[in-house]
């Protein structure tokens, strides 16, 4: 099912982009375009990653960063 008519972003494709770290509507957007348009399928990606689909909303809910570290490489804390 479509997400983003837009950029044709599928559900299954903001799963995945949310499974690697993209936490926020914005993330997701940085990684597949999806809700920059014309907005409309933004309240579809937040009701998505409100729903579990993203592995680390606990440390996002936290305030801590949750993209930090994908690549392999650890991050010291300032």
């Known amino acids: 099912m479509y997400v983003c008519n837009c950029f044709g972003v599928t559900e299954a ?23 920059t348009d014309c ?3 933004v309240r579809r990606i937040q009701a998505l990653l409100g729903r579990g689909a993203c592995p680390r909303r606990e440390l996002a809910d936290q305030g801590e960063p949750v993209l930090s570290g994908l690549d392999g490489t650890a991050q010291q804390a300032a």
């Open 13 to 35: 494709q903001v799963k995945k982009h949310a499974a690697d770290g993209a936490c926020t509507p914005r993330q997701i957007a940085s990684a597949c375009k999806a809700g």
């Open 39 to 41: 907005g409309s399928c």
